[in-house]
């Protein structure tokens, strides 16, 4: 069965940088799309970033130009580079992948930035 596996979250101090690692194993068929998503407390999930398999990448505003989505396809892996965080962005960060006809989550990683 098809999983993804998230790594790198935890706490940081505003300011500071974090790296997300999502692996997608165990897939029969090929991955089109993959990226990631947040959901803070009281709040609706939103889009973070994506890419595409020949590389096109889509940035909500708030992010664009402080964090980074990239992909190693033949690793099926994609990073988001995080850097100048802030308070608000602590959230649950959700790693997602896309197929012809199916979709995947991953379970979620706590990212959590300190004042």
């Known amino acids: 069965q098809v999983q993804l596996v998230e790594s790198g979250g935890g706490l940081v101090q505003a300011g500071g940088s974090l790296r997300l690692s999502c692996a997608a194993s165990?897939?029969?068929?090929?991955?089109?799309?993959m990226g990631w998503y947040r959901q803070a407390p009281g709040k609706q999930r939103e889009l973070v970033a994506a890419?595409?398999?020949?590389?096109?990448?889509t940035y909500a505003d708030s992010m664009k130009g402080r964090f980074t989505i990239s992909r190693d396809n033949a690793k099926n892996t994609v990073y988001l580079q995080m850097n100048s965080l802030k308070p608000e962005d602590t959230a649950v960060y959700y790693c997602?992948?896309?197929?012809?006809?199916?979709?995947?989550w991953g379970q979620g990683t706590q990212v959590t930035v300190s004042s």
């Open positions: 165990g897939s029969r068929f090929s991955i089109n799309t």
């Open positions: 890419v595409t398999s020949v590389g096109t990448t």
């Open positions: 997602n992948a896309a197929g012809s006809g199916w979709f995947l």
